[in-house]
């Protein structure tokens, strides 16, 4: 499925973005940009959980990533959250949870925060790019679930306007685009 | 324990299975296996040590303190491992003979590698899959010191270990795994000996500064990042058998892998500040069954697993001083070049208590008179009759006969004068080289087959 045309990443575009996505946020939640439907989602916390938790995608429908990227949200932190997240002093203050991975031919994902152009050309040594996660062929037929710890590249997005997304990009062992048939039930951000 | 070696089990060819082949020649032989304490089906595994009692963690407890019944194992960078090192060709020796060994005998090669297939592609139960879970660390550190254990007895030596992968720094596949006639390779590799990794997959430093354990190692339900980032990403770039976790423990590589990532978890635990790994009941007295050295299958909680003495040596900076053989038929002076990167960081240290330098002497034949090796720095004119209290001085080691000749690789710390040392190493004329000589007392005829210097 074509998504909308992906906005370039950087500060200068995100200003625009956001412009433009608030009624998104309010109708849709955070939404995926490309790749499967756009299930919607509340990207607030639960109430009384610890940790925090928002939820960026929901169950309702899996995700599924092709050979283009997939970008959720923006999402909104709440003041509390962003502050938490700025004076976080480990990576895993803040750590993306993706329930139910399948990729029964393998995997690698690259995780970019607030770069939502981002593409198997981007770079790994840019600074947005906050890890990756690879699944072998096989595995079990449920899924994974899997970790990113994310707290450095969460703080550098959400210090302005405490708005960011995600960007999930499918690479070959040599960093070339590809198409896993990777689907995912829900991914969580946690903050700790 | 040991058997002897066998030097016809140099010529056992390299090659390796199919998926396909692989498990059904080994699926017959372990499928029915290591499944104790798995439930129902663990009555029929032999050779179990543990009763069907469930431990109290008390006991469990009491089980990890009597660890010390366990050698202790010191592995080192695979790069220590030089093409004509002593310990190489023991890891090829026990590689080698491992192969030889039918599936049917639990300390093969092929059984071994089905034990990672059962547990970590086609568990008996759901729960006890190893895989993305906190379960992968702990597990594999078992999997490896006993597979480890089995390897030296078969290799006829406890004088090496399985050397650690350092991806971070390393982003190429060891030389010292590929060669058509070489058993540490593995011809279904997609990752030729010139590609690299990304050096930003295989990074350790946002893991190691992760404080908690679930995000660097796992929940129970979860897997952590050291798992799914490099862990995973290395299997897959590798590929071929290392591709797919029911093969992967065919490719020796996946030794060298594994240990580097049980260093990583050596190294965030060894920080201090807090980390800790699990301290939950449920991690502590989950049990998984092992092979012993006699081809014993025995089970073990996860809190002696993860006691296992195992420790590392820093990865080297070493600097190769000469590649060619050599006799001390009298003094010798070689010279090492020393990058001025290697001198900057010399010099940025000398303040500080680290390690002293270390001369690696590989392929050492112990002449049939014992001799001490006098090693002087900067001082090429040293000979017999130079004192070691001069200040070139800096280290020497001591051959004595024994009734076995055979060549061995010694490490020998230059801990004498070492202010002098480094000052030399840390000066811009470091760059057109150190000088060492070798000084032969007592004796002459040693031969040795390389020099290389450990920074």
């Known amino acids: ?192 | 324990m040991s058997e002897p070696h066998d030097p016809s089990q140099d010529q056992e060819p390299s090659g390796t299975a199919s998926r396909r082949t692989f498990l059904a020649r080994t699926g017959a032989a372990a499928g029915g296996l290591l499944l104790a304490g798995a439930g129902p089906a663990a009555a029929a595994a032999p050779a179990v040590h543990t009763g069907p009692r469930k431990k109290t963690l008390e006991e469990v407890i009491h089980e990890g303190a009597a660890q010390q019944q366990y050698p202790p194992v010191v592995r080192s960078d695979v790069t220590t491992y030089t093409q004509s090192s002593v310990r190489l060709n023991l890891l090829k020796q026990g590689v080698a003979a491992m192969r030889l060994r039918p599936a049917v005998d639990r300390r093969s090669w092929d059984y071994q590698a089905k034990i990672h297939d059962i547990w970590c592609d086609n568990p008996p139960q759901p729960d006890k899959y190893v895989h993305y879970s906190w379960r992968f660390l702990v597990w594999h550190r078992a999997y490896l010191y006993f597979n480890e254990q089995i390897l030296q007895q078969a290799a006829g030596s406890t004088g090496f270990a399985i050397p650690y992968w350092n991806w971070t720094d390393n982003l190429k596949l060891p030389a010292q795994y590929y060669g058509t006639s070489n058993p540490l390779n593995d011809p279904t590799r997609v990752m030729g000996p010139n590609d690299s990794l990304d050096p930003r997959q295989t990074a350790i430093s946002g893991l190691l500064a992760l404080t908690d354990f679930p995000p660097f190692g796992g929940t129970v339900g979860a897997a952590g990042g050291v798992e799914t980032g490099p862990h995973n990403y290395v299997h897959r770039s590798v590929g071929g058998d290392m591709g797919d976790f029911a093969t992967a423990g065919l490719d020796p590589i996946f030794w060298a892998h594994h240990c580097n990532v049980d260093r990583v978890w050596w190294l965030w635990l060894n920080q201090g500040g807090g980390r800790s790994n699990p301290v939950d009941p449920a991690w502590l007295t989950q049990s998984y069954p092992f092979i012993d050295t006699q081809g014993n299958q025995f089970t073990i909680p996860f809190s002696v697993a993860a006691g296992l003495p195992v420790s590392y040596n820093p990865p080297p900076r070493v600097v190769a001083i000469s590649s060619t053989p050599g006799t001390l038929s009298g003094p010798k002076t070689v010279r090492a070049m020393i990058d001025p990167l290697v001198s900057q960081s010399v010099a940025s240290r000398m303040a500080s208590a680290t390690p002293p330098p270390v001369l690696h002497v590989s392929g050492v034949t112990v002449p049939p008179q014992p001799v001490t090796v006098n090693v002087f720095a900067d001082q090429p004119e040293a000979g017999a009759g130079t004192s070691t209290a001069e200040r070139g001085f800096v280290g020497s080691f001591t051959l004595i006969p024994s009734g076995h000749q055979h060549d061995v690789d010694l490490r020998v710390p230059l801990h004498q004068h070492v202010p002098d040392l480094l000052q030399a190493m840390a000066a811009p004329s470091a760059r057109e080289g150190v000088s060492f000589t070798l000084v032969p007392v007592g004796a002459t005829g040693v031969t040795y087959q390389g020099l290389e210097l450990e920074i």
């Open chain 1, 1 to 192: 499925m074509q998504g909308p045309p992906r906005a370039p990443g950087g500060r200068s575009a995100k200003r625009t973005r956001t412009a433009l996505s608030a009624a998104l946020l309010l109708l849709a939640g955070c939404a995926a940009r490309a790749g499967a439907a756009a299930p919607s989602s509340s990207c607030t916390p639960q109430p009384g959980a610890m940790p925090q938790r928002y939820t960026l995608s929901a169950p309702v429908a899996a995700l599924t990533l092709g050979a283009a990227p997939l970008t959720l949200g923006p999402c909104r932190l709440s003041a509390d959250a962003v502050r938490s997240v700025m004076a976080a002093a480990s990576p895993g203050a803040a750590v993306l949870l993706v329930e139910g991975v399948r990729a029964p031919r393998g995997a690698t994902v690259l995780v970019f925060v607030d770069r939502p152009g981002a593409s198997a050309a981007t770079p790994t040594a840019d600074a947005a790019f906050a890890g990756s996660f690879t699944l072998l062929r096989g595995g079990p037929g449920g899924g994974v679930n899997v970790q990113v710890a994310l707290a450095p590249q969460l703080a550098a997005a959400v210090r302005d306007d405490g708005e960011f997304t995600l960007t999930f990009v499918a690479v070959d062992p040599r960093g070339r685009a590809e198409d896993p048939g990777l689907s995912m039930d829900r991914v969580v951000l946690e903050l700790h």
